[in-house]
């Protein structure tokens, strides 16, 4: 930043006072004086202005080291800003951007990492950097600009497969973000094709297929909690509606199962989570939807007594899933947030069928079923 020149008028009309005669002699006019100071130039970081790029580089390496991700990002920024020509510069840019990230400064991340970027062509660091300004963007929540980064790396035939597989994953992650699932579904589903079609898989990080498949389920069990089962419905279009729902939450385990499959730890436990919380889901949507209005007092209260036994059997297979999950990820060692609600869904559940059972045993049994009307008399057939 540079200050203005400041300039100061200094008049110099000063009284002279006569002697003692009292004569008074004119003056002439005041003459204006001006005093021009140089140029000044404020870097705002005097401390820093003393050290030369190695220095720089070598505090901000050892700041980073030591995740303190403020006095990184200001050690590598001091370079990138007042040492154009540095041999750092480039990697100032990148661990600049990083250490933005760590502090959530979406925007100062965005400008690092955009100067490196080049995700059409670049390779090393400036397609590391794209990889970096499309996840800067999608917590920006500029999702079409995040995915059309992604595009351009995914597009690449210049580039390995994990290299596709990664952008194409998050890109339709962000077209999900965006509200377009069908365009998300089709481009996760051209990720699982890429993987299931590549001849060495070891090749591969299962961590982005794992993930694809995840939001694929992601994808179905959004469109499975939009259905909402409607007593006001006929019996015949409830349960239409219901099986409808059933399909989806099939749909979206069959997806969930098959993360799980793939062997990455974070995925298969999220997944894991997720199956539990369908079960879960279910059975809320079963016990606060009304019975059906065109049943009679006592059709209803069998419809109540057979949706407790379904209902039972949905607590049963959540409590299920959420223990063979806990431990998997006990097992492997997996430490994420899909642990920790797991574990309080575990004993949420087991809670739900303990009260189930009780309510079960206080409640009135259900009427038996109407006798079946009697037959008609045959008329006796004359002899012949």
């Not at 700041?63 to 510069?89: L, N, V």
């Not at 385990?253 to 894991?272: D, E, F």
């Not at 060692?333 to 869904?345: C, L, N, Y």
Request: proline share 6%.
């Amino acid at each position: 930043m540079r200050a203005s020149d400041r300039s100061l008028a200094l008049p110099l009309s000063l009284s002279l006072l006569a002697s003692a005669c009292v004569h008074v002699h004119a003056q002439p006019a005041p003459v204006a004086q001006q005093v021009t100071f140089d140029d000044v130039v404020i870097t705002g970081d005097l401390e820093l202005d003393k050290l030369n790029d190695e220095e720089l580089f070598a505090a901000g390496t050892t700041f980073y080291a030591a995740e303190d991700w403020a006095q990184a990002a200001r050690y590598f920024s001091r370079i990138c800003d007042f040492h154009p020509g540095s041999k750092h510069r480039r990697l100032a840019l990148y661990n600049a951007g990083l250490s933005f990230e760590k502090l959530k400064a979406w925007d100062d991340a965005y400008a690092r990492f955009a100067e490196l970027s080049d995700p059409a062509r670049g390779t090393g660091d400036a397609l590391d950097a794209a990889f970096r300004v499309a996840e800067v963007l999608y917590h920006l929540e500029r999702f079409e600009e995040a995915a059309g980064v992604l595009r351009l790396i995914g597009d690449r035939q210049d580039l390995s497969v994990d290299k596709r597989i990664e952008a194409r994953t998050q890109q339709g992650i962000c077209e999900l973000e965006r509200n377009d699932p069908e365009t998300a579904e089709k481009t996760l589903r051209s990720v699982l094709t890429m993987y299931s079609e590549h001849p060495d898989k070891d090749l591969i990080d299962e961590y982005f297929p794992a993930q694809a498949q995840f939001f694929v389920g992601e994808i179905y069990r959004v469109r499975y909690e939009s259905v909402v089962l409607d007593a006001t419905r006929s019996t015949e279009k409830l349960a239409d509606d219901l099986e409808y729902k059933s399909e989806l939450l099939l749909s979206s385990q069959g997806h969930y199962l098959r993360a799980i499959r793939l062997g990455n730890g974070y995925w298969a436990t999220a997944a894991g989570q997720r199956i539990g919380q369908l079960y879960e889901n279910m059975y809320d949507h079963m016990t606060n939807a009304p019975a059906p209005a065109d049943l009679s007092k006592e059709e209803q209260d069998v419809y109540r007594a057979e949706l407790r036994k379904k209902i039972r059997v949905l607590i049963s297979k959540a409590i299920t899933v959420y223990e063979r999950t806990l431990e998997a990820a006990e097992r492997i060692g997996a430490q994420s947030p899909f642990v920790e609600e797991t574990r309080a869904s575990l004993q949420r559940m087991k809670q739900l069928l303990l009260a189930e059972a009780k309510a079960e045993e206080e409640a009135p049994p259900p009427p038996p079923p109407p006798p079946p009307p009697a037959p008609k008399a045959r008329k006796p057939r004359p002899h012949s």
